[in-house]
């Protein structure tokens, strides 16, 4: 049997089955005045299945899908051309983006057994696209690609193994930070996401201009030129951001997890599908 403390309304795993169905802070599970579990997982089924029939007949767009097709078209709208590439890289890339094989990052890399791995950036592959295209394309030269990205993560509501990333970046003329900072106010006022800016420093780069939502990161974001650029081909300068599909769908939704927009079996746009 269940012992359950007098002020304690459900019993952990009623409690569990209940934060499953909230979809973010709707109700508070510590308020005195709730209904037994019964009634209130019977009222949280009934209104989920209600959001899943009016996801269905209204506009059957899947939120992950919908924020790319959002993204996309607002970054071909500045100017910039839209990259699909390999989910699978070279493993060797990964060294050459300055990441040593103790380094953490390069612990946290999915690989093959024939010398490849599951990208954990966008990165190498878009260094590849600026010295090819920086031959063809008049100056600046503005690419992004928008695409899943994989690595070995231990910690919990923020991080997924599989998760989407974003990386845009300019090449050549007005390669500012100004130009950065401007370009990032545009994209999250686009969105809708409000944000802060800060200074950080990582192993890739150096040092990286931070869009922070509280004390989520939403994005790492660069001016170079870099002293690594030489190893891609690339000599102008460039500036650039990657930012995380599903940390803006946790920030836009107020998930409690970021598992709730990721791609998953278990949840269709932040809602439980075991209802
Ligand atoms: P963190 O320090 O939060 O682990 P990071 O600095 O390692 O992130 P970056 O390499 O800067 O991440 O990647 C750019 C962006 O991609 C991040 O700002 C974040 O929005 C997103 N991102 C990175 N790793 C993950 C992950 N495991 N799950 C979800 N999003 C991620
Ligand atoms: C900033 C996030 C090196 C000139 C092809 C573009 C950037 C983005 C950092 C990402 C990373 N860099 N996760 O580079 O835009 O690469 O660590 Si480029
Ligand atoms: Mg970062």
């Not at 309304?9 to 599970?29: A, G, H, M, N, Y």
């Not at 997890?257 to 439980?272: A, L, T, V």
């Amino acid at each position: 049997p269940v012992i359950m403390s007098a002020k304690e309304k459900f019993s952990p795993s009623q409690r569990k089955r209940l934060e499953t169905l909230l979809v973010s802070d709707e109700i508070d599970l510590d308020s005195p005045d709730l209904p037994p579990f019964e009634e209130l997982e019977a009222d949280l089924v009934s209104r989920r299945k209600a959001e899943l029939v009016d996801i269905y007949e209204n506009s059957r767009e899947h939120m992950l899908a919908q924020l790319e097709r959002d993204i996309s078209a607002f970054l071909i709208s500045k100017g910039f051309i839209e990259i699909k590439s390999s989910i699978l890289i070279p493993e060797e890339y990964i060294v050459r983006m300055g990441i040593d094989k103790d380094a953490e990052l390069s612990k946290q890399v999915f690989r093959t057994d024939d010398g490849k791995c599951l990208r954990p950036m966008l990165a190498p592959v878009l260094y590849n696209y600026l010295h090819r295209f920086g031959k063809v394309m008049p100056d600046p030269l503005k690419i992004f690609e928008i695409g899943p990205c994989y690595r070995k993560e231990s910690d919990g509501s923020s991080h997924l193994e599989e998760f989407t990333m974003v990386n845009f970046c300019q090449m050549g003329d007005g390669c500012t930070r100004e130009n950065l900072v401007q370009l990032i106010d545009e994209f999250l006022t686009y969105l809708g996401i409000s944000y802060e800016i800060e200074g950080d420093e990582c192993m890739v780069y150096g040092a990286t201009v931070d869009v922070m939502h509280g004390d989520l990161e939403l994005s790492s974001a660069v001016v170079g030129p870099v002293p690594m650029d030489m190893d891609w081909g690339v000599d102008k300068p460039w500036i650039g951001a990657g930012f995380g599909l599903e940390r803006l769908l946790k920030v836009r939704h107020n998930f409690k997890n970021i598992k709730r927009g990721s791609r998953s079996e278990y949840y269709y746009n932040g809602i439980h599908t075991n209802l």
